[in-house]
């Protein structure tokens, strides 16, 4: 019986110190952290897949790393979708565990529909990730151009190289 007693009173220490907690904050139907032009509201497009924001804080033994930020975590979730706007029809949780004295980790998750604007919005096959400034001797702009990731890295090369041969020949061993 003692054993049991014992037992028992282990495992509740144990799923105490285990356990988490997760709030249900707020339901939304529009939400925003962006300036957004309504007058254009009848462009705009729903998206197809849900998207989250999450903003998280450690916590050492008993000290936070941070403050959580429910706006940082909207501002993630727009951004991770181009041309988003907004989110519609979600929810926001705020999350808490921690073991005491060890470690921990409290967040706030906001998750929803996004809302798209097409002009904002851009394909990214259309969009090219490099491109190549040219300079005059004064520092003004001669020309600007998009470049491929092949022509990007075929410049790369050749401006590493002779770098490398430029820096050989300074170097004097004596």
């Known amino acids: 019986m003692k054993n049991l007693k014992l037992k028992l009173i282990l495992l509740s220490i144990t799923a105490i110190i285990f356990s988490s ?5 707020l339901d939304f139907t529009l939400i925003s952290s962006k300036n957004v032009d309504l007058s254009k509201g009848a462009t705009f497009e729903r998206g197809k897949q849900r998207v989250e924001g999450v903003d ?13 930020n429910i706006k940082e975590a909207l501002d993630k979730a727009i951004e991770s979708t181009p041309g ?8 926001i949780y705020t999350k808490f565990w921690w073991i005491p004295y060890i470690y921990g980790q409290q967040s706030a998750l906001i998750e929803g529909t996004p809302l798209i604007d097409p002009s ?3 394909n990214s096959n259309d969009m090219l990730k490099y491109g190549k400034i040219e300079m005059n001797k004064n520092g003004e702009i001669k020309n600007v151009e998009k470049i491929s990731t092949t022509e990007y890295l075929a410049l790369k090369d050749k401006i590493v190289k002779s770098t490398e041969i430029k820096f050989e020949k300074s170097i004097d061993v004596k």
Request: charged content about 5%; some cysteine; glycine content about 6%.
């Open 84 to 91: 988003c706007v907004a989110l519609l029809d979600g929810v």
């Open 21 to 25: 907690c997760s709030h249900r904050v």
């Open 56 to 68: 998280m804080v450690h916590w050492i033994i008993c000290f936070p790393t941070g403050t959580v």
């Open 120 to 122: 904002l919005a851009y």
